[in-house]
């Protein structure tokens, strides 16, 4: 057993160290270290430097364009970037569509699609919610119906993430209504400039715009736009679903937050009171316990040992700890996380502790929610 | 990086889990438990025989020159037989303390000796609150309190504050003049003993103070006693996974039933972080850095203790009326679990000296 970095990952991590520091602008890594939304525009910035230096398509292999990064590789490049205060990467198209894509799309939508999700050309969406298919995902019910070389598609997707900036949402609908729920789903691509698609802002509880409805009326979607086979979707959606393993755990993200409430806290004198700072110590304790969990999930990877139950541990307890981090931030400043949206009331860094703590409830929900997370460790690993 | 254990260190890990398996059932550990020195000197001798008590002693002393990591290998294993000689003070403790406070000489003498089993050396470092040990004019007098496996020791190590103002670790004799154990059984099915000082003789071993010593020897330790805690909670775990799926109520295997399994992944959750931590321990246990070290080791200490009681307490509820009963291992798992959680700094002290850390880097920053 052996817990440290090869030589080679740590020159890596260096070399990622080093492009951050000379690639990221001042303006983004200010506000990502503040907690503040990020502009598409911004995104999109990141996206091509990343694309820029070769980097744009983190998680694939080679033949597509990608990096060819081991998942310990991928691992540092994330920890990096997110220590840094990177923008987190837009997952939907390079970590969900795309993946799908490689293992299981045509040569055509391969080369259509992929390049331009590496060059952040073109922004992808998630059209797997419905107001009636939640954490049961398989009783989707919007309807594909087959008319000539195109679907005719009816229905309503939610939650969609950054749909407002979206120029395409990849779907799971219905093509055999007669069909046991999960037989029946294919899954479509859908241009999100084709007439009958409508997007609905939902403000959440922070006040943000993050989320959307996407009404589906009559959008007409070419043949050659479903992956895969007819009534299959629900293999390539599950595909899906369990791709996304080796950033999981945010552990990055945690450990930048970590700081950053270690910062505040100790502005705010909190440390020196036993009971915030056993909070603190508590929460710090089990990320230095997630990051070896994380890490050994990582090394099974690599070895093809463990597949996929794991990262619903992964999921869980990251997400908690992200939760907790941002309660803390906001305990951490008392009333001074009470003002909505005003500047310049009380520290800079309280601005947007409050929202911050509404938006991250967000995290035990969304993925997979970590009630479901439970039932697939308690069912898939421990065979209950 | 990688989380394998090499072909050595699965081979060890066999022969322990053999031993335990075969030679260490809970029939034959009840009966040790109920005799009356409550731990076995045989028992002790085929450990001596297959090894383990050899792999913290330098070759040059007739050890095998293992590491943090072989120990947890081994601790592990015998956590779930719930082992009651000695092995974490008298075979990890004590040959990293006499390692790090003793002369060459003393090394040469003893260390061997408990390499083969001969000598049980045991440290006692907790004072009684009342009576602290000191030292006065050469010998000690003063009371430790609780001091494991205190009745077996062939040898004491003993921690004593000195007219020099340092603490020292002095060798005592049981059965020396002045020398009082009262040995007794505790919580967990183990023993421990009193230990009562009265102008008894001592040989000091330590130049120029031992409490770092004694505290690097305690890091070992700790490391050694997560790992012993982790084989009880794999045991745990997977004994009432199967109790779930095979216990009928309402016409069908409880595990069916949400709550149960959502409690059943909390307490996997528990095992894989300290598990994990287990491992850090071992990496870090013997860090020079002693506060790096202190820094992971209380981190470990706190997610394992967490880890302790949470498993502790819902592998009996889930047990049902059965996990109450004597008659099966889990209460007897129960109970060491329970005085794990409160060995060696419980999840109190180390949060709250990992947090009192938190606050001296803000002041210092």
């Given at each position: 057993?052996?817990?440290?970095?090869?030589?080679?990952?740590?020159?890596?991590?260096?070399?990622?160290?080093?492009?951050?520091?000379?690639?990221?602008?001042?303006?983004?890594?200010?506000?990502?270290?503040?907690?503040?939304?990020?502009?598409?525009?911004?995104?999109?910035?990141?996206?091509?430097?990343?694309?820029?230096?070769?980097?744009?398509?983190?998680?694939?292999?080679?033949?597509?364009?990608?990096?060819?990064?081991?998942?310990?590789?991928?691992?540092?490049?994330?920890?990096?970037?997110?220590?840094?205060?990177?923008?987190?990467?837009?997952?939907?198209?390079?970590?969900?569509?795309?993946?799908?894509?490689?293992?299981?799309?045509?040569?055509?939508?391969?080369?259509?699609?992929?390049?331009?999700?590496?060059?952040?050309?073109?922004?992808?969406?998630?059209?797997?919610?419905?107001?009636?298919?939640?954490?049961?995902?398989?009783?989707?019910?919007?309807r594909a119906i087959r008319e000539g070389d195109h679907y005719v598609v009816n229905g309503q997707k939610t939650w969609t993430t950054l749909g407002q900036y979206a120029d395409w949402i990849f779907c799971l609908v219905r093509t055999d209504p007669e069909a046991k729920k999960q037989s029946g789903i294919s899954f479509l691509l859908i241009d999100m400039k084709s007439p009958g698609v409508t997007v609905r802002p939902i403000i959440t509880l922070d006040g943000a715009h993050e989320v959307n409805e996407v009404w589906?009326?009559?959008?007409?979607?070419?043949?050659?736009?479903?992956?895969?086979?007819?009534?299959?979707?629900?293999?390539?959606?599950?595909?899906?679903?369990?791709?996304?393993?080796?950033?999981?755990?945010?552990?990055?993200?945690?450990?930048?937050?970590?700081?950053?409430?270690?910062?505040?806290?100790?502005?705010?004198?909190?440390?020196?009171?036993?009971?915030?700072?056993?909070?603190?110590?508590?929460?710090?304790?089990?990320?230095?316990?997630?990051?070896?969990?994380n890490l050994r999930v990582l090394s099974a990877e690599r070895e093809h040992k463990a597949p996929g139950p794991e990262a619903s541990i992964l999921k869980i307890k990251g997400t908690e700890i992200q939760q907790t981090i941002s309660e803390l931030m906001m305990q951490a400043v008392g009333a001074c996380a009470l003002p909505f949206k005003q500047a310049g009331v009380g520290p800079d860094y309280a601005a947007n502790l409050g929202t911050g703590y509404c938006n991250l409830r967000k995290l035990s929900i969304f993925g997979g929610s970590n009630e479901i997370q439970k039932n697939i460790i308690s069912q898939m690993i421990m065979g209950l | 990086m990688n989380f394998d254990f090499?072909?050595?260190?699965?081979?060890?890990?066999?022969?322990?889990?053999?031993?335990?398996?075969?030679?260490?059932?809970?029939?034959?550990?009840?009966?040790?438990?109920?005799?009356?020195?409550?731990?076995?000197?045989?028992?002790?001798?085929?450990?001596a025989d297959l090894g383990v008590l050899a792999i913290n002693i330098d070759e040059d002393y007739g050890g095998l020159g293992y590491g943090p990591q072989e120990t947890g290998l081994v601790?592990?294993?015998?956590?779930?037989?719930?082992?009651?000689?000695?092995?974490?003070?008298?075979?990890?403790?004590?040959?990293?303390?006499?390692?790090?406070?003793?002369?060459?000489?003393?090394?040469?003498?003893?260390?061997?000796?408990?390499?083969?089993?001969?000598?049980?050396?045991?440290?006692?470092?907790?004072?009684?609150?009342?009576?602290?040990?000191?030292?006065?004019?050469?010998n000690l007098a003063g009371r430790k309190a609780v001091v494991a496996h205190g009745g077996c020791a062939d040898l004491l190590l003993v921690s004593a504050r000195c007219a020099d103002g340092l603490t020292g670790l002095f060798a005592v004799t049981p059965g020396a003049d002045g020398v009082t154990l009262r040995d007794y059984p505790t919580l967990d099915g183990q023993r421990a003993a009193d230990l009562a000082l009265n102008d008894a003789p001592a040989v000091r071993l330590d130049a120029g103070g031992a409490r770092d010593a004694i505290d690097a020897a305690l890091d070992i330790g700790l490391a050694a006693l997560c790992a012993e805690a982790v084989g009880i909670m794999d045991a745990t775990v997977a004994a009432t996974t199967e109790y779930l799926k095979t216990r009928q109520q309402f016409g069908q295997p409880i595990g069916r039933f949400q709550a149960l399994q959502h409690r059943m992944a909390d307490m996997l959750l528990h095992l894989e972080q300290a598990r994990s931590m287990s491992y850090l321990a071992a990496m870090d246990c013997s860090n020079d850095d002693a506060a790096a070290r202190r820094r992971t080791l209380s981190a470990a200490k706190v997610t394992v203790g967490?880890?302790?009681?949470?498993?502790?307490?819902?592998?009996?509820?889930?047990?049902?009326?059965?996990?109450?009963?004597?008659?099966?291992?889990?209460?007897?798992?129960?109970?060491?679990?329970?005085?794990?959680?409160?060995?060696?700094?419980?999840?109190?002290?180390?949060?709250?000296?990992?947090?009192?850390?938190l606050s001296r880097e803000a002041r210092a920053a």
């Open positions: 057993m052996d817990l440290s970095f090869s030589p080679e990952e740590n020159t890596f991590r260096e070399e990622v160290r080093r492009f951050v520091a000379e690639k990221l602008p001042d303006a983004i890594r200010h506000k990502v270290m503040n907690g503040v939304h990020l502009s598409r525009e911004e995104h999109v910035q990141w996206q091509r430097a990343l694309h820029g230096r070769g980097w744009g398509g983190v998680g694939w292999p080679r033949e597509f364009g990608g990096p060819g990064w081991t998942p310990t590789e991928q691992y540092i490049f994330e920890e990096e970037c997110a220590a840094a205060g990177a923008p987190r990467l837009i997952s939907f198209g390079l970590k969900m569509i795309a993946p799908v894509l490689m293992a299981f799309g045509s040569p055509a939508q391969q080369q259509r699609f992929l390049p331009k999700i590496m060059s952040a050309e073109e922004w992808w969406c998630q059209g797997y919610s419905e107001p009636g298919a939640g954490s049961d995902l398989a009783s989707v019910k919007t589906l009326e009559d959008v007409r979607v070419p043949l050659e736009n479903r992956v895969g086979e007819e009534n299959k979707g629900w293999t390539y959606a599950k595909f899906l679903l369990g791709h996304e393993r080796t950033n999981i755990a945010g552990i990055g993200i945690a450990k930048r937050e970590l700081a950053r409430l270690k910062r505040i806290a100790a502005a705010e004198g909190r440390l020196d009171q036993p009971l915030f700072a056993a909070k603190v110590a508590q929460v710090e304790i089990d990320l230095m316990a997630l990051e070896i969990t | 090499n072909e050595d260190q699965r081979a060890l890990a066999d022969t322990v889990h053999r031993f335990v398996a075969r030679d260490y059932t809970f029939e034959k550990r009840r009966a040790i438990r109920d005799s009356k020195p409550g731990w076995s000197r045989e028992v002790w001798q085929v450990l601790m592990g294993a015998f956590g779930a037989g719930l082992l009651l000689e000695p092995y974490l003070t008298g075979a990890v403790v004590a040959p990293a303390l006499i390692r790090r406070a003793a002369s060459a000489d003393f090394q040469e003498e003893w260390l061997p000796r408990v390499a083969t089993g001969e000598t049980i050396v045991v440290l006692a470092d907790a004072d009684a609150r009342d009576a602290p040990v000191r030292e006065v004019g050469g967490q880890a302790c009681r949470f498993i502790a307490q819902n592998a009996v509820q889930l047990h049902g009326g059965m996990g109450m009963t004597d008659e099966m291992i889990l209460s007897h798992w129960f109970k060491r679990l329970t005085a794990i959680e409160m060995s060696f700094g419980d999840t109190d002290f180390h949060l709250q000296r990992f947090a009192a850390n």
